[in-house]
């Protein structure tokens, strides 16, 4: 495992920046997850990471070594794709061994190592298979097993669990987070779902327009989002935001300073405070997710209750005591109260 730096790094295609000024520090063993939304830049940096993109500026390092013009083989670095990127013509048995043979690793260490693979990720029983004859999570561990096989120093994923079903997705999470344990290897993982990020990552980057907006750990940035495009990213449902007259009904603003105020769903509570009319009710087992119309806001409530209200009827909203976040509504960056 080694540390991986990223210095300054910008990436352009003639005059459009796609990763801007990028700082990043990804310490040894780290698991740390790249994310948002699409064309974020998230995915550029983690090719100019394993070589694949050349930097147009800045520094990349890997275990200290800047290997801005070394050639991606040579980095000492494995990538896990979401596409698999499978031979169909080799058994799983072949496609695992392929890196190792063309490095001409001896055979005993070959057999050892994915043996190895197969083990941790239960894939033993599937060796003598062409990838034809695999499920989709299946494919997937095997992708996952090629890297482990080269024993890199740095792990790379993008995007690989898009195209799973939802129930494989879960699976495959607990599967790559049980590895990064089990090696307490350096991974650096990108994805537009802030739910694996959420539950995969030691830190997170999150990322908008080339520039990264907010590094911590899941919590951090949950708890306390640095601007109100973190805040509307992470965190399923959104965070709901109000301004003007709704939000003087929650935090009455003194100072005469213009503030968005953010309150999560699950800090909404049925009590006096703001009264609405629901809109629409989301039954989601042990949770109700209510959106409701209050004034010219539009809320989304979740609640922990079997009796689900219907549609058309008033409801009270309040606020958890503490539970308010506060932006300034010209920066949109956080205020603290």
Known sequence: MAEVVFDRVTKKYGSAVVVS???????????????????CGKSTALRMLAGLEEITSGTISIGGRVVNDVAPRDRDIAMVFQSYALYPHMSVR????????????????????????????????????????????????????????????????????????????????AEIIKLQQQLEATMVYVTHDQIEAMTMGHRLAVMKEGRIQQIGTPLEVYDKPRNVFVAAFIGTPTMNFLTGAAADA????????????GVRP???????????????????????????????????????TRQ??????????????????LFDAETEERVEA
């Not at 929650?250 to 105020?261: A, C, E, K, L, Q």
């Open 266 to 304: 699950e800090d909404l509570t049925q009590g006096p405070g703001m009264r609405g009319t629901i809109e629409l009710v989301e039954p989601l087992g042990r949770h109700v997710l209510v959106h409701a119309r209050v004034g010219e806001a539009r809320l989304i409530a979740s609640f922990e």
């Open 308 to 325: 689900i209200p219907k549609a058309g009827q008033t409801i009270d909203l309040a606020v958890r005591p503490g539970s308010l976040h």
């Open 94 to 173: 072949e496609n695992l061994a392929f890196g190792l043979k063309l490095r001409n690793t001896p055979r005993p260490d070959i057999d050892t190592a994915v043996k190895r693979a197969a083990d941790i990720l239960e894939i033993g029983h599937l060796l003598d298979r062409k990838p034809r004859d695999l499920s989709g999570g299946q494919r997937q561990r095997v992708a996952v097993g090629r890297a482990m096989v080269r024993n890199p120093a740095v792990f790379l994923f993008d995007e690989p669990l898009s195209n799973l079903d939802a129930k494989l997705r879960g699976q495959m999470r």
């Open 250 to 261: 929650v935090m009455p603003d003194g100072s005469g300073r213009r503030v968005i105020v």
């Open 21 to 39: 000024d990028l700082d990043l520090r990804i310490d040894k063993g780290e698991f740390m997850v790249l994310v948002g939304p699409s064309g």
